[in-house]
T-cell receptor, first 111, second 115 residues
Framework: QKEVEQDPGPLSVPEGAIVSLNCTYSNSAFQYFMWYRQYSRKGPELLMYTYSSGNKEDGRFTAQVDKSSKYISLFIRDSQPSDSATYLCAMSGGSQGNLIFGKGTKLSVKP | NAGVMQNPRHLVRRRGQEARLRCSPMKGHSHVYWYRQLPEEGLKFMVYLQKENIIDESGMPKERFSAEFPKEGPSILRIQQVVRGDSAAYFC?????????????FGQGTRLTVV
């Protein structure tokens, strides 16, 4: 079993839809959970960061962490074509820099 | 304040040559991390360095790969005697500290192609 599992998609939704992206993990020592957005041929950009369990909201983005189920989610409300990118979940037990990434989910938001 | 700068953006090497990838962290950042992204794969941690020290190299292949972060100048990831399987995007990230509230910023990556 891989440490972090993420459905690669692709996921295609119409503009304005609510998008749900998910990752599961196996290492109960993970405490830091992040979501990165990566546009084609660019570097990853941090979207959301959560420490331990709980929810965090930032504008149209909501991140949820359920440590009991080892499951994290990213919700995007009122999705826009500019949200079209690959979304990577990442997590670690300690240093923010030594991250374990999922493979990424490719999202396409159609106008 | 410039972000994490990586160069070159694209690098083509023939099998057996050496590849040198450079990373200048954000101003004031003393923690540097290198990741590799193979096609259709997520990013894989390679090495974590602070100035003049390798802190964690658990993700580095045992042979042909080395990294340094000297007191002055950029961090360098060196791949000797490259093979086709080394073709990938290599990303560098830097952070101010490693505490829980410190973000790691990524560069745009160096895309290495081995022909």
């Amino acid at each position: 079993q891989k440490e972090v599992e993420q459905d690669p998609g692709p996921l295609s939704v119409p503009e304005g839809a609510i998008v749900s992206l998910n990752c599961t993990y196996s290492n109960s020592a993970f405490q830091y959970f992040m979501w990165y957005r990566q546009y084609s041929r660019k570097g990853p950009e941090l979207l959301m960061y959560t420490y331990s369990s709980g929810n965090k909201e930032d504008g149209r983005f909501t991140a949820q962490v359920d440590k009991s189920s080892k499951y994290i989610s990213l919700f995007i409300r009122d999705s826009q074509p500019s949200d079209s990118a690959t979304y990577l979940c990442a997590m670690s037990g300690g240093s923010q820099g030594n991250l374990i990434f999922g493979k990424g989910t490719k999202l396409s938001v159609k106008p | 304040n410039a972000g994490v700068m990586q160069n070159p953006r694209h690098l083509v090497r023939r099998r057996g040559q050496e590849a040198r990838l450079r990373c200048s962290p954000m101003k004031g950042h003393s923690h540097v991390y290198w990741y590799r992204q193979l096609p259709e794969e997520g990013l894989k941690f390679m090495v974590y360095l602070q100035k003049e020290n390798i802190i964690d190299e658990s993700g580095m292949p045992k042979e042909r790969f080395s990294a340094e972060f000297p007191k002055e100048g950029p961090s360098i990831l060196r791949i000797q005697q490259v093979v086709r399987g080394d073709s990938a995007a290599y990303f560098c990230a830097s952070s101010l500290t490693t505490t829980r509230d410190t973000e790691a910023f990524f560069g745009q990556g160096t895309r290495l192609t081995v022909v």
